[in-house]
């Protein structure tokens, strides 16, 4: 079983759309959790950035985390065709040790 | 502020050569990473270096890949011999603080062994 597991996707949506993205993971362990983005032929950005359980907002995007369910969501609102991209969640152990990403969902927004 | 550089963008060789790349991190981060991003899937890391010493080599495939980072700085990845299975994007990435946190990726290195 791996460490992370994402939804390969591609997931195709209207532009302004509400787009739900998710990961599930293994290992209760985990209490770092983040969310790259990365468009083709570039290296990973990152866009958001949670430590343990609950809810961070940052303008158009939101952070979702719920340890009990093992699960993390990220919330696209108003989608934009930029926001086409792979979308890549990541978490660790501790702030000292190493991250483990998922596989990447591919996000296509239609105009 | 500059972000991290690497070099080459693309590389083609035939399997059984050699390769490096190399990056130069943001300046100040102390800790420097080397991830292997196969198509379809999320990076891998390969090494970590605290400074210029290795924190995590665990899944370097060591009987052909070697890394260094002697002046604490700039780090270099070598494959020798490259397999077919080497094929992928090699991306550093640098931090300020060890571990899970802010790391900042470079554009990447994409091989591909033929």
């Known amino acids: 079983q791996k460490e992370v597991e994402q939804d390969p996707g591609p997931l195709s949506v209207p532009e302004g759309a509400i787009v739900s993205l998710n990961c599930t993971y293994s290992n209760s362990a985990f209490q770092y959790f983040m969310w790259y983005r990365q468009y083709s032929r570039k290296g990973p950005e990152l866009l958001m950035y949670?430590?343990?359980?609950g809810n961070k907002e940052d303008g158009r995007f939101t952070a979702q985390v719920d340890k009990s369910s093992k699960y993390i969501s990220l919330f696209i609102r108003d989608s934009q065709p930029s926001d086409s991209a792979t979308y890549l969640c990541?978490?660790?152990?501790?702030?000292?040790?190493?991250?483990?990403f998922g596989s990447g969902t591919k996000l296509n927004v239609k105009p | 502020e500059a972000g991290v550089a690497q070099s080459p963008r693309y590389k083609i060789i035939e399997k059984r050569q050699s390769v490096a790349f190399w990056c130069n991190p943001i300046?100040?981060?102390?800790?420097l990473y080397w991830y292997q991003q196969i198509l379809g899937q999320g990076p891998k890391l390969l090494i970590q270096?605290?400074?210029?010493?290795?924190?995590?080599d665990s899944q370097l495939p060591k009987d052909r890949f070697s890394a260094e980072r002697l002046k604490g700085v700039d780090s270099t990845l070598k494959i020798q011999p490259a397999k077919l299975e080497d094929s992928a994007v090699y991306l550093c990435a640098s931090s300020l603080v060890q571990g899970a946190g802010e790391q900042y990726f470079g554009p990447g290195t994409r091989l591909t062994v033929t």
């Open positions: 300046s100040g981060h102390a800790t």
């Open positions: 949670t430590y343990s359980s």
């Open positions: 990541a978490m660790g152990r501790n702030n000292f040790n190493k991250i483990y």
């Open positions: 270096f605290q400074n210029n010493g290795v924190v995590d």
